[in-house]
C-alpha cells in the first residue's frame, strides 16, 4: 500500500471543536435572543446562488469578484458561495412572499458566509455572520433600531466597550453630483495617489474615502464631505438617525470616510469596533441601508436595511477578554460497566435519557481506567455495574463531586437523577 499524506482542511478554513462550540453557542444564543426580542424572525436561505444575483449588484465588481467562490455545477449553471447575507434574503423576501405581509419584515440569519480572501489571522474563506435585515420600511428609525440591536448582542456577549462608527453616504438623488464634486476635487491629486485609487478616481470616487494606504491620506481632510451635500430628504433622515441615537444614549461617532463601495448602498453606514480600536482591525458588526438593492437585482424598488455581525471576530475577543465558560459535560451521566455488559449498559443509559444526557464507556478497560476518562469528560455522576449487579438489576450512583455512592434500582434512576 502506498503511503498517503492524511488528507488536511481546505486552506482557509478550519474546525471549531467542541470546547470552542461551547463559547460560539452563548454569542449565537444571545444573537437569537436578541434579535426575538426586537421582533425578528429566523430566516435560512442557501449557500450558494446564482452567481448573478452578487455580481449583477453594484459597480466595483472587483472586490467582489475577486473574492467570489464561483462555479459551475454540473448542468451548466453559474453558482456562487454566498459572500453575505443581504442578496439572498431581500431574494427570498420577494420569492417567498414576505414583501406581501406587514412591513418590515424583520428577518436575522446565522450562518457561514465565503470569501476567497487572503486567509490570514481572524479572517477565513469559511467564516460565520449573524445578519439582521429589516425590509420594506423607509423609515430611519429602522436605522436606529438595527443599530441598537447590533450594539444590545455586543453587549450581552461581554463586548461593553464598544465605538460606533456612523456616516450617510446619501442617494440617488444627491450623491451623483457630490461624486463629481470629489471627483474634480481628486483629479489634480491623481498622480500622488496609490494606483489602486487613481483607477477608482473614476469608477468609484467614494472608496478614496476609505483607502488606508498612508501615501493617500493627506488629501482626505480637505476633501468635500458628503453631509455637506445631502438632497434634503437624506439630510432630514440623517438628522433623524442621530436625534433618536441620542435620545436612546448611544453613543457614537461622526465619521465622514466610513463609506461603502456599492451603488445600492443609501444613507446610513455604521461599524462597531472594540472601543480604542477603530480602523485598526476588522469591524465586529458593520451595516446600513441598501435601497437601492432590490432593484438592483431586479425586483420592485423596496428600502431595507441591517448588518452583519462577524462571529468569528466577535467569539475571538470574548476569548481573549476572558469570556468564563463553564465546561459542559459531553454527557451528565457516564455508564461504566464492569465487564463484557454491553445490552445492559446501553438499557441502563436508555432509562437515564429520560431525564437527563447519558453516555457508556464501552471501551474494554478497568474501571479505575473508565472512572479517570469519567473526570475528564465533567461527567456530573457515574453509573457503575457488574455482572452480579445485572442479575439483580441494580447498580452503584456515585456522584463525581462528592465521591458518595449507593446502590440503585435501574428503574429508580430516572427518579433519583431527575
Ligand atoms: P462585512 O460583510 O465585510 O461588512 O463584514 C461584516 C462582519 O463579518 C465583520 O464583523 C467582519 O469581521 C466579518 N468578516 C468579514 N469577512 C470575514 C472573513 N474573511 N473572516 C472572518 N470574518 C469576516
Redesign the pocket.
Known amino acids: 500500500m502506498p503511503r498517503t499524506a492524511p488528507i488536511k482542511a481546505v486552506r482557509g478554513v478550519r474546525d471549531i471543536l467542541p470546547e470552542e462550540r461551547a463559547l460560539w453557542r452563548v454569542a449565537e444564543r444571545a444573537a437569537a435572543r436578541v434579535a426575538h426580542r426586537f421582533g425578528y424572525r429566523e430566516i435560512q436561505t442557501p449557500v450558494i446562488e446564482h452567481a448573478e444575483l452578487i455580481e449583477r449588484v453594484g459597480e466595483d465588481t472587483d472586490a467582489v469578484a475577486k473574492e467570489l467562490y464561483r462555479f459551475e455545477d454540473r448542468g451548466g449553471r453559474q453558482l456562487a458561495l454566498r459572500p453575505?447575507a443581504t442578496a439572498g434574503v431581500v431574494r427570498a423576501y420577494f420569492e417567498g412572499g414576505l414583501n406581501q405581509g406587514p412591513q418590515p419584515a424583520r428577518l436575522y440569519l446565522i450562518g457561514p458566509?465565503f470569501?476567497y480572501?487572503r486567509p490570514q489571522k481572524?479572517?477565513?474563506?469559511q467564516?460565520f455572520?449573524f445578519n439582521v435585515e429589516a425590509i420594506g420600511v423607509g423609515s430611519p428609525a429602522v436605522d436606529v433600531e438595527v443599530i441598537e440591536l447590533a450594539r444590545t448582542w455586543l453587549i450581552e456577549v461581554g463586548l461593553d466597550k464598544l465605538a460606533l462608527e456612523l456616516n450617510t453616504i446619501g442617494d440617488d438623488q444627491c450623491r451623483p453630483a457630490y461624486l463629481e464634486l470629489l471627483r474634480a476635487y481628486y483629479r489634480p491629486l491623481k498622480d500622488k495617489l496609490h494606483p489602486d485609487c487613481q483607477r477608482r478616481l473614476e469608477v468609484n470616487p467614494l472608496r478614496l474615502l476609505d483607502c488606508k494606504v498612508p501615501q493617500c491620506q493627506p488629501f482626505k481632510s480637505r476633501a468635500p464631505k458628503i453631509t455637506d451635500h445631502l438632497c434634503e430628504p437624506c439630510a432630514t433622515a440623517w438628522a433623524v438617525v442621530r436625534k433618536l441615537l441620542d435620545a436612546a444614549g448611544i453613543d457614537y461617532h461622526l465619521n465622514p470616510y466610513l463609506v461603502r463601495g456599492l451603488d445600492y448602498y443609501t444613507r446610513t453606514v455604521f461599524e462597531f469596533y472594540p472601543a480604542g480600536a477603530s480602523g485598526q482591525q476588522?469591524?465586529?458588526?458593520?451595516g446600513g441601508r441598501y435601497d437601492g438593492l432590490a432593484a438592483a437585482e431586479g425586483w420592485p424598488s423596496t428600502p431595507g436595511v441591517g448588518f452583519?455581525?462577524?462571529l468569528?471576530?466577535?467569539t475571538e475577543l470574548m476569548a481573549s477578554e476572558g469570556e468564563e465558560v463553564v465546561p459542559e459535560p459531553a454527557a451528565e451521566v457516564i455508564v461504566l460497566p464492569d465487564g463484557d455488559l454491553v445490552a445492559e449498559a446501553a438499557e441502563i443509559a436508555r432509562v437515564i435519557r429520560v431525564v437527563r444526557s447519558a453516555a457508556v464507556d464501552y471501551e474494554p478497560r478497568s474501571l479505575r481506567a473508565k472512572m479517570r476518562a469519567a473526570d475528564k469528560v465533567y461527567a456530573r455522576w457515574a453509573v457503575l455495574f457488574n455482572a452480579d449487579d445485572a442479575q439483580r438489576r441494580v447498580a452503584q450512583l456515585r456522584d463525581m463531586r462528592t465521591g458518595e455512592q449507593s446502590e440503585v434500582l435501574w428503574s429508580a434512576l430516572p427518579e433519583l437523577l431527575a
Open positions: 453575505e458566509m470569501r480572501d481572524g479572517r477565513y474563506r467564516f455572520q476588522d469591524a465586529l458588526a458593520s452583519a455581525g462577524g468569528d471576530r466577535v
